[in-house]
């Protein structure tokens, strides 16, 4: 079996290492350099034509977008270190926190980012960033009530989906999301950054 992981540091690809560090498989890491765009060269095009981290090789079959990558890992790997749900309405309630993270709440804070300095001049919106704010803060609402009672996203243990949610908002607490807003989201994500994984991942 071989896994080769390519990622940048502090970057979409980072649940996904982290979620490496928890399961402790045997992993080649890549690390690309996005200032030098080494994910738009042809050798890198060629494995992913959407050109980007993170992208996980298995067995030489290329598998991109974090999601699925998290997926992957959580089928292949997590179910029998009990990192991942087995197949069944638990692993469907892990398919749609993770998906609701990147196209629902992730897609709002890049909204959100539409008046940032990262944003070309003449791209820039600040109405549409308010939008994005609006709607990012109403989901981290959801996220806080669906926290209540709860120690993790899913079931009764730590999995991958508390993994991609906690990274993620680590993210969004450095986009000036103040997380002490939704308490039971800041106590959960300090709660699973408290895991050593998450330390090793972060030194990427
Ligand atoms: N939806 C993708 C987003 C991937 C993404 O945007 N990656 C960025 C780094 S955060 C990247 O590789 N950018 C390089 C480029 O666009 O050239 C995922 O979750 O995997």
């Known amino acids: 079996m071989s896994l080769v992981f390519h990622y940048a540091p502090w970057s979409s690809a980072t649940t996904c290492l ?113 939008v994005g704010r609006g709607e990012a803060e109403k989901l981290l609402g959801m996220l806080d009530a669906h926290l209540e009672g709860k120690t993790w996203m899913v079931g009764d243990g730590f999995t991958l989906v508390d993994v991609h949610l906690a990274g993620a908002a680590v993210w969004i607490g450095g986009l000036g999301f103040d997380l002490k807003t939704w308490p039971r989201v800041d106590a959960w994500a300090k709660r699973c950054q408290d895991r050593p994984a998450f330390s090793a991942a972060m030194k990427g």
């Open 18 to 130: 982290w979620a490496l560090e928890e399961l402790g498989v045997p992993c080649e890491k890549v690390k690309v350099d996005l200032a030098k765009k080494q994910t738009q060269t042809p050798e890198f095009l060629a494995m992913n034509p959407n050109g980007k981290v993170p992208l996980l090789v298995h067995d030489g079959v290329p598998i991109f977008e974090s999601v699925a990558i998290l997926c992957h890992l959580g089928e292949t790997f997590g179910v029998q270190k009990k990192l991942f749900p087995e197949p069944g309405l638990q692993r469907a309630q892990a398919f749609q926190w993770l998906v609701w993270m990147n196209v629902s709440l992730g897609a709002a804070v890049y909204k959100s980012m539409q008046d940032s300095e990262n944003t070309p001049a003449e791209l820039r919106s600040p109405k549409l960033a308010a």
